[in-house]
């Protein structure tokens, strides 16, 4: 496990004595030992109620401007942009009741994909869980997150079932791209091809058992994974990277398409 900066241990525990915080964990490739020397330090803060938003205006420092809840969108929620040291240092508030929520709600196989600035293909709920099985424990004065933490390590079944049987989707969008195709639509076959590569790309994670945090790199994991169709991520790669722009060459790329999410629903429905 790679050692903690200093500044950034001082900084979590100040966090946690700020009214309303429940506690601090990392995040990101940092908590997962993938960064690099640049890489930033997300911290999640994790709250109750309203957290105190002078408080953390008052730590952050003159020049730093601090977003309270919603003030990001309705799923990042808010936060603020730091640098210590020429790095940067991210904190994202996280409401740990609505946090609680969603884990009940994925250990019932339901999950919901919002609309959020930043993520392109939604922001998939059972991120909020995922990022506390991934992350690591700061600052948590009253153990909750290490009892959260403790809960997340074992990947619900019901939501796997839910995640791998959602790829019916990308069978409905490239039928529908099909259409798009023929009106020489490019904008809306492209949407329609990027969304179903998603879509199997979080059903190919939860079939592993594995949480899937955002579209960031997702598709460089899920070609490595067990029993993914031979060069899934470099065909994948083709059909987004190319989708065409005349009706034939738009219709040429659906008909890869269709045949890919064939093999892919094949393997998650095997």
């Known amino acids: 496990m790679q ?6 241990e001082a900084m979590a525990a100040r966090l946690a004595d700020v009214p309303g915080m429940v506690g601090v964990m990392l995040g990101g490739s940092r908590a997962r030992g993938e960064h690099r020397p640049e890489s930033d330090w997300d911290l999640g803060l994790y709250y109750r109620g ?3 938003l002078a408080a953390l205006r008052a730590l952050a420092g003159p020049d730093v401007k601090v977003a309270g809840p919603g003030g990001w969108g309705p799923w990042v929620n808010g936060g603020a942009w730091l640098r210590i040291d020429g790095v940067a240092v991210d904190w994202i508030l996280r409401d740990l009741d609505r946090v609680e929520r969603v884990w009940a709600d994925c250990r019932a196989g339901r999950y919901e994909v919002g609309v959020q600035a930043g993520h392109p293909l939604g922001f998939w709920s059972p991120c909020y869980p995922g990022e506390v099985a991934l992350g690591r424990v700061l600052a948590d004065p009253t153990g909750e997150l290490a009892a959260l933490k403790a809960q997340t390590a074992r990947y619900p079944e019901p939501l796997r079932d ?7 989707e990308a069978e409905f969008l490239v039928g529908v791209a099909a259409k798009g195709a023929a009106r020489g639509d490019t904008l809306y076959v492209a949407l329609c091809l990027s969304r179903a590569v998603g879509v199997l790309v979080q059903a190919l994670y939860a079939r592993e058992r594995r949480w899937c945090l955002n579209e960031k790199g997702a598709m460089a994991i899920a070609e490595q994974l ?3 169709p031979a060069d899934f991520g470099e065909r994948a790669r083709q059909l987004l990277g190319a989708t065409g722009e005349t009706p034939d060459a ?4 659906v008909d890869r398409a269709r045949v890919l999410v064939g093999e892919v629903t094949a393997v998650l429905r095997g």
Do not use: F, R, S
């Open 226 to 228: 067990p029993h993914v």
């Open 162 to 168: 839910a995640l791998t049987g959602g790829a019916w």
């Open 250 to 253: 738009l219709a040429a790329t």
């Open 3 to 8: 050692p903690i900066d200093e500044h950034i």
């Open 50 to 52: 309203e957290p105190d």
